[in-house]
């Protein structure tokens, strides 16, 4: 059996592929010994570290657009637009009160400290708390705050953290990246053009510009393209870094997903994700043989 030290990196619904990731090196005999992840990689990355990656699946499967909105607790009062205290009380029934250096598998979270300017990167402590903190997203989600420090998302800074992968004598790290910059495959194009032309995450977008369009009627209605420009920026920034990253820090075995495969809220998406994920790492081992 084949140890693996995997680094998983943030991409909102996109990251649910992480789950097709883990459940195909599993079945072809690798044993995963370390977790390195930000934003949804260390949220998914978490939940197998803690032993109930098949309890968040089969809660994800179960998404549908209306659930998915119904987690959305839209705030005007803190910096970001969604609490995410639903979302957190959902997985806290299934997830247990673990702390990090208590896992069977080396895990780690990374999350940036605005405060201080610099990545933090969690090794112990609560487990919930160290996800919820590096899946900040700025602007959507709110900060965490601990002692003196604002954390956001990690992705800021480090989006596919390998160089804080814990590495084992003739392991193999492999490096997930759910926001590649490569088309999506031809079934999935299919898929896009029968669907609704606007997306759920606008559609969701919408739905907040009419609240503030309710609680400040004098005020000009914020352009729906404002939070879109917002996100299309840095996921420019982030690719940039991971770019940098993977040059500096070659991994065994780099699995892609494309970015376009869903859009940031689309975790109803769920089923279609994980088997994204599964492809596209059946490819990548196999393209390893060669």
């Known amino acids: ?3 693996v030290s995997l680094v998983l990196s943030g991409g909102g619904a996109r990251g649910v592929a992480h789950i097709g990731v883990i459940e195909e090196l599993e079945k072809r005999g690798f044993n995963i010994h370390s977790i390195a992840g930000t934003s949804m990689g ?3 990355g978490g939940i197998y570290a803690a032993g109930k990656l098949s309890e968040f699946k089969k809660w994800l499967l179960n998404l549908d657009k209306i659930d998915v909105f119904k987690l959305m607790d839209f705030t005007l009062l803190n910096k970001g637009f969604i609490k995410g205290d639903k979302v957190f009380n959902e997985l806290n029934e299934f997830i247990p009160d673990v702390k990090i250096q208590d896992l069977n598998i080396n895990y780690q979270a990374i999350a940036t400290d605005l405060t201080n300017r610099k990545e933090v990167v969690f090794t112990k402590g609560d487990l919930l708390k160290a996800i919820r ?6 602007n959507i989600l709110t900060p965490v705050k601990r002692g003196k420090s604002i954390l956001v998302d990690g992705g800021v800074i480090n989006n596919l953290p390998i160089n804080h992968a814990i590495r084992k004598n003739k392991d193999i790290l492999v490096a997930v990246n759910v926001n590649a ?3 999506l495959p031809e079934n999935e194009k299919k898929k896009e053009k029968i669907e609704e032309k606007e997306s759920f995450y606008k559609d969701l977008l919408k739905k907040f510009n009419n609240g503030l369009s309710k609680l400040f009627p004098n005020d000009k ?3 729906l393209g404002y939070f879109d420009i917002m996100n299309d920026s840095l996921e420019i920034m982030r690719d940039e870094l991971v770019k940098f990253s993977l ?3 070659p991994p065994d075995i780099l699995i892609e997903t494309p970015r376009d495969m869903c859009r940031m809220f689309d975790f109803y998406k769920a089923k279609e994700l994980i088997e ?5 790492t059946i490819k990548s081992l196999d393209d390893n043989k060669n």
Do not use: C, H
């Not at 903190?133 to 700025?138: E, G, L, Q, W």
């Not at 994204?276 to 596209?280: D, E, F, I, L, S």
């Open 221 to 223: 209605k914020i352009p």
């Open 1 to 3: 059996m084949k140890n």
């Open 133 to 138: 903190a590096s899946v900040s997203i700025p």
């Open 181 to 183: 910059n490569i088309p």
């Open 276 to 280: 994204v994920g599964q492809k596209a």
């Open 42 to 44: 260390a949220l998914v």
């Open 247 to 249: 040059e500096i820090y």
